[in-house]
């Protein structure tokens, strides 16, 4: 029974690298959410997708950062050009279709993201 | 825009002690309500919701009641026991929208 899997856990990069984040849903999941945690603060919502559509993105920065969730594999946070300021933890969740549970999200470890 | 404030941390208690994490909340529609729990080196896990007014969401002897009147979703738990020590966020989904909107999180340690 497989959970929302995200990978790496920890992800060390250089100042003006290229980040990415792979986050797998629960099998049968169709919407993808990501999330960041600030040090010190609460989770901030910054996209949400279905297969092969960004529905929501409001809260991601508006250079630098996309997100894609394929037809086939998994879901990928990619951030260009990284900064301090991007340090924080990457949360992925993952919901069911059914729009009467779509608000129980499923959440993954998580990945670590440190800027050097 | 929506937004929830959260008791702030650390709180720290003795096992058996009564626990109360204060939760507000301001939302333009109407939401549901969350409390979700994150264990050391784990993603957040759903502890309890209310969909509505008056609704009382309950697990693992933990509870909260959603109080439209006082915009509030305070957890409350009896005895807390060492294994409760993580980070507790309340949060907000309001209607037609997907996110979730978090409060900053009170991280709770329980010692024996």
């Known amino acids: 029974n497989a959970g929302v899997m995200q990978n790496p856990r920890h992800l060390v990069r250089r100042r003006g690298q290229e980040a990415r984040l792979r986050c797998s849903p629960v099998k049968g999941h169709s919407h993808v959410y990501w999330y960041r945690q600030l040090p010190e603060e609460g989770l901030k919502f910054m996209v949400y997708l279905q297969k092969e559509n960004i529905i929501d993105e409001s809260g991601m920065p508006k250079e630098r950062f996309s997100a894609e969730f394929p037809k086939e594999g998994p879901s990928i946070l990619r951030i260009q050009q990284v900064v301090r300021g991007d340090s924080a933890a990457y949360f992925c969740a993952s919901s069911p279709a059914s729009s009467s549970r779509s608000y129980e999200q499923y959440f993954g470890p998580g990945t670590r993201l440190t800027v050097t | ?112």
């Open chain 2, 1 to 112: 825009g929506d937004s929830v404030t959260q008791m702030e941390g650390p709180v720290t208690l003795s096992e058996e002690a009564f626990l109360t994490i204060n939760c507000t909340y301001t939302a333009t529609g109407y939401p549901s309500l969350f409390w979700y729990v994150q264990y050391p080196g784990e993603g957040l896990q759903l502890l309890l919701k209310a969909t509505k007014a008056d609704d009382k969401g309950s697990n693992k002897g933990f509870e909260a009641t959603y109080r439209k009147e006082t915009t509030s979703f305070h957890l409350e738990k009896g005895s807390v026991q060492v294994s409760d020590s993580a980070v507790y966020f309340c949060a907000l989904s309001d209607l037609g929208a997907q996110k979730l909107v978090f409060g900053q999180g009170t991280r709770l340690t329980i010692n024996p």
